[in-house]
């Protein structure tokens, strides 16, 4: 799997103040001030102030100088080897978050580097279950995950990526708000990192649920978690139409186009897209060739109204090349060229 292929790292959405945290980072104070004042603040908005604020840097094609600042954070806020309670949970995370940003700046060697440092602070505490270990480690396995997927050491990935599933399920469950959208980018991660066809099936099956329930709590198409796994299944579809897993590529399509209409109020181009893959997918099974030629002589009039000349070709090319005795052809010379 090539790096620009592979799954983002996860991101919690910012959901705490971190105007404290921020206003603190601007002060001139001692090391042992700060390391007072950090492990006296909720640790969430510790996190989300660091994690933000690389993810900005990154975003900005500023990743060394992002990586440059956590360290830096890091060094002022722990002492190594002798940190404990809150601060040995900050400095876990300040771990993580680098993971995070040494993968997007595609140093996959730094980022296992950062990430053994951070498993390594968690193990002090196996047993934990509070949300601070809990969120951390879940956003270390995805992360983790997607290092041995650079490797092409699929096992461990989906071993992985299965433990993160868990955690983010049971974080999901007491903090939707925070936890729902990381939850289905791990699921869509896990459409990338899955080498068996059944096992993703069984993993997207157990997880349909909490799919739904989170997409119906969206009321626009802004939500790139929602965005993400509709992609990711859309293309997974393409790949099994490629393979001639015709059958399996309609499930793909299918669940994608529930998706995507339950984000999107109105008939969008990439609805059309979507609905033509399907379409061509369900020509190619015997069983369901006319629901197939019903939905594409459908689109062709929507790509008609949205002006989509491409897609018009293309639902057109693919129905005569399919050769259906239910195909008007005259209709179609007709629909093509108006009278």
């Known amino acids: 799997m090539t790096l620009t292929s592979l799954p983002a790292p996860l991101i919690y959405p910012l959901t705490s103040d971190i105007t404290p945290v921020h206003r603190l980072a601007s002060d001139s104070v001692t090391a042992s001030e700060l390391r007072h004042a950090l492990a006296a603040m909720p640790f969430v908005a510790v996190y989300d102030f660091v994690r933000s604020a690389a993810t900005t840097l990154v975003e900005e094609g500023r990743g060394s100088e992002a990586v440059e600042r956590i360290e830096a954070f890091d ?5 190594r080897g002798e940190e404990e309670g809150a601060l040995l949970d900050i400095h876990a995370a300040l771990m993580q978050i680098l993971t995070a940003v040494r993968i997007s700046m595609d140093d996959i060697d730094g980022a296992m580097t950062s990430a053994a440092s951070a498993l390594s602070l968690l193990a002090q505490s196996p047993k934990r279950k509070d949300e601070p270990f809990l969120s951390v480690l879940a956003a270390l396995l ?5 290092i041995h997927c ?28 925070r936890y729902s959208s990381a939850q289905m980018m791990a699921v869509s991660a896990s459409t990338s990192v899955y080498r068996s066809r059944m096992r993703q099936a069984n993993l997207l099956a157990h997880y349909q649920v909490a799919t739904d329930t989170y997409m119906k709590m969206l009321r626009s198409g802004d939500d790139s978690a929602a965005n993400s796994l509709i992609d990711s299944l859309a293309d997974e579809g393409r790949t099994l139409a490629r393979m001639g897993k015709q059958r399996d590529a309609v499930q793909y399509f299918t669940r994608a186009l529930k998706y995507l209409t339950q984000i999107e109020a109105d ?3 990439r609805q059309l897209q979507l609905s033509i893959d399907l379409g061509e997918a369900l020509l190619a099974v015997k069983s369901s060739r006319d629901k197939g030629v019903h939905l594409l002589n459908t689109m062709l009039h929507k790509a008609t109204r949205l002006q989509a000349d491409e897609e018009h070709r293309r639902i057109v090319d693919v129905l005569v090349n399919a050769r259906s005795g239910s195909l008007d052809i005259l209709g179609l010379w007709h629909k093509i060229f108006p009278r």
């Not at 060094?75 to 002492?79: D, F, K």
């Open 75 to 79: 060094a002022l806020a722990t002492r």
């Open 142 to 146: 995805h992360d983790i995950s997607i």
């Open 150 to 177: 650079s490797r092409g050491e699929y096992r461990q990935a989906e071993r992985e990526i299965e433990k993160s599933l868990k955690i983010l399920e049971r974080l999901a469950r007491q903090n939707p708000d």
């Open 267 to 269: 008939f969008s181009i």
